[in-house]
């Protein structure tokens, strides 16, 4: 399989197989099923890429999904313009060698167009990011957006349908989901609104790597452990970039760190880890005991249901 | 190796569901840290003196509000042996249409009875919606034996209740009792010490041991068409001819060379190649997603199946009789037209006739003109294509249905194949 410069070498010494092959194959043949349903099913429907590993597996699973043939759906990001360029540099080699159509629509755009308004220049625009997803969604029609979202992530997740509908302010309605009954997913809905799909629903974090070492994938470099300048807050690493400067009386320090979800920069923690490859990771994975989102968002700290809040109000 | 099974767990509101799955997973070494830490601080606002194993699972806002669980919450855990996907079922009569969901997919249902309270009319009716949806293996995990001090008396009582219930109901599923405390830990994850009288296995030994059944007893080679793969590419003319049918083999196995039937229409030819992601297989298995291409340029398209022409052949009907679980809140109306979807097949479907509701309280058969939220019952529906079918106690996939209403889209029942005309 061809790999992009990004790629950080997959061990290949004999020590036992990571993964387990039967549950793999399991969960790749459940994700292909959903990505065909929402090929046959969808007229415009469009896969979410941000280039972090969760819809990296997407794009793998696509490939097995619909190859030899193009996919029949666009990528899409929404960029706040707060990503880390690594990661940005990968989504658009990525895209490429693959040959497929990337649409990029930025926050930057609806702020200047007025439809997001910020508080103060540096707030965290990750929840603004539905904005623009909405504007999007409008701009070209699409009736079914695909996302890398798993039930292991979050309580809110944990209960979300694997079609999921959204109404035309691209609201959830926990109270009242559609049953969704065997694999029968039904994507039929009301105009104007559309359905997110969530095809690897199923997977845990450890599936994601443990697919991500089965497959080679390439994943942006700062997935793997590197030495970067952080602040300790609380619990917490922050990373020092431009946008996130220490505050007053931070002591900034070099720490070895990696990336465990690679979102808006505002609002991303690394963790402590010395992982340089994705073996290396597994383990570290099946050993921790700080779950994904706990560990790196600083964004959810703030009330116990906040996933929830935002996806009510369209986030992914 | 190890496989996935995936259960649910079901029973009447307060049987003590939340904390039971609070309770697998805590004892299993699958809760995190910070998560506990959470549920920690949740349950000291609440000012409860110990952690609230429920609020594990209960996630949305009105649930944590009202203190029940209202959608199927799905959580994974794996021990050495297996991994898990449970589902979470709400116990509220309202919310039956989540248990449903749930149930579809579930292999194993622990369903839940309260020791003091006994079989009630939920217990029953989840029973039934079990029974409904083919799920093979039943745990009747009776709970809060803490609260009757571990006395074996009301556990037997419980047992021999569900037994008589079993027998007018004639659930086929194979039937285990556990004593259980969730709340203590008692015959969940470890045995504890409070119940030496009782001597079969702890629930997770039972989770562990029963055989999983991801094809059901169907065996021969059903492929319902998904997607057809027309590639076109003008800077490529090697794919110019191209034409790969996409899905997912339900049951059985194919390889390339075998003579296969497409139906409805009953066409023949055989297997040329069957592809991945544009590698090729030799061959391909129950549960595999695959590409097959076939031998002649036949009319194929999604909702058709392929099938080996050396194996029995599923039926083509336009007329069934089905169980139907009505999910909508407003009634089934005969004089209307609605969706059917079963495999990847859509055809349109009136009810032509309810033949009885299944009265949960009394367990008997009663004569109704439409079937309301929640209802089970027997109808005739007559299509407007064929479709291929089997019954559902023989195969999982070909024989389950959902109706939609062509006006919003929204899923309004779940269907399993008896017969055909």
Request: with cysteine; charged share 25%.
């Amino acid at each position: 399989m061809s790999e992009t410069t990004m790629t950080r070498t997959h061990q290949t010494a004999t020590e036992p197989q990571l993964w387990d092959d039967e549950t793999l194959d399991w969960l790749e043949a459940e994700a292909i099923y959903i990505l065909r349903e929402v090929a046959a099913q969808f007229q415009r429907p469009a896969l979410l890429f941000s280039g972090g590993k969760d819809s990296v597996c997407l794009l793998r699973l696509a490939e097995k999904a619909f190859r030899p043939a193009r996919f029949p759906f666009p990528l899409v990001h929404i960029d706040t313009g707060h990503n880390y360029p690594e990661v940005i540099a990968f989504r658009d080699a990525r895209a490429e060698e693959l040959g497929e159509r990337l649409i990029v629509r930025s926050v930057e755009d609806s702020i200047r167009r007025g439809t997001v308004r910020l508080a103060h220049p540096l707030e965290s625009r990750n929840r603004h990011q539905s904005v623009t997803l909405l504007e999007a969604i409008e701009e070209f029609g699409f009736d079914c957006l695909i996302g890398g979202a798993r039930r292991d992530e979050e309580k809110a997740r944990a209960k979300e349908r694997v079609f999921s509908l959204r109404d035309e302010f691209g609201q959830w309605d926990p109270k009242a989901q559609r049953p969704e009954l065997w694999n029968l997913y039904n994507g039929h809905t009301r105009p104007g609104w559309h359905v997110r799909a969530f095809p690897i629903s199923n997977w845990t974090e450890l599936d994601v790597w443990r697919y991500i070492a089965r497959e080679r994938l390439a994943l942006p470099s700062i997935y793997f452990a590197h030495e970067r300048p952080c602040v300790r807050r609380g619990r917490l690493l922050a990373p020092v970039t431009p946008l996130t400067p220490p505050k007053e009386g931070e002591v900034v320090e070099p720490v070895w760190v990696r990336f465990r979800t690679v979102g808006d920069m505002t609002c991303t923690a690394p963790v402590e880890s010395r992982a340089t490859t994705v073996e290396a990771i597994i383990r570290e994975t099946a050993e921790t005991m700080i779950s994904e989102r706990g560990a790196t968002r600083l964004d959810d700290q703030t009330h116990e249901a906040s996933m929830e809040q935002r996806k009510r109000e369209g986030y992914f | 190796m190890s496989d996935v099974l995936r259960f649910m767990t079901c029973g009447s509101v307060d049987d003590g569901k939340s904390t039971l799955i609070g309770r697998l997973l805590y004892d299993t070494r699958a809760v995190l840290v910070d998560t506990l830490e959470g549920v920690r601080h949740a349950s000291e606002r609440r000012g409860l003196s110990r952690i609230d194993l429920s609020l594990l699972t209960d996630g949305l806002i009105a649930e944590r509000e009202q203190g029940i669980t209202i959608d199927v919450a799905y959580r994974y855990f794996s021990t050495g042996r297996r991994n898990f996907i449970i589902a979470d079922a709400p116990g509220h009569e309202q919310y039956t249409r989540n248990m449903v969901t749930a149930a579809s997919t579930a292999e194993l249902a622990v369903l839940m009875v309260d020791v003091r309270q006994g079989l009630t009319t939920q217990t029953r009716r989840h029973a039934l919606l079990c029974e409904l949806m083919g799920i093979p293996h039943l745990v009747i995990a009776v709970n809060k034996m803490d609260l009757v001090g571990y006395d074996p008396e009301p556990f037997a009582a419980v047992q021999a209740a569900f037994e008589t219930f079993a027998a007018q109901a004639q659930l086929r599923a194979d039937r285990r009792y556990l004593p259980i405390s969730a709340l203590e830990g008692e015959m969940v994850v470890e045995r504890g010490e409070r119940m030496p009288w009782y001597q079969g296995p702890t629930l997770l030994e039972v989770l562990e041991s029963v055989p999983s059944a991801h094809t059901g007893k169907a065996e021969s080679f059903r492929f319902p068409v998904q997607w057809v793969c027309r590639p076109q590419a003008a800077d490529d003319p090697t794919l110019h001819d191209y034409r790969g049918y996409a899905g997912m083999v339900t049951s059985g196995s194919v390889a390339v060379g075998d003579a296969v039937t497409v139906l409805p229409a009953g066409l023949t030819t055989t297997v040329q190649a069957i592809e991945l992601g544009g590698q090729p297989l030799t061959a391909a298995r129950a549960g595999q997603s695959v590409m097959l291409r076939l031998q002649d340029d036949l009319d194929v398209s999604r909702g058709d199946m392929i099938v080996r022409s050396d194996e029995p052949m599923p039926a083509v009907t336009r007329a069934l009789v089905a169980d139907l679980a009505w999910l909508a809140n407003g009634p089934l109306d005969p004089r209307r037209v609605y969706g059917l979807r079963q495999t990847t097949r859509e055809v349109k479907a009136k009810i032509e006739a309810i033949a009885y509701r299944w009265d949960v309280a009394t367990m008997r058969r009663a004569d109704v003109d439409t079937l309301t939220a929640n209802d089970i019952g027997r109808v005739r529906v007559k299509l407007s294509a064929p479709i291929v079918a089997e019954r559902y106690e023989e195969d999982r996939a070909l024989g389950a249905f959902i109706l939609f209403d062509p006006a919003t889209g929204d899923t309004v029942a779940g269907g399993v194949i008896r017969e055909w005309a």
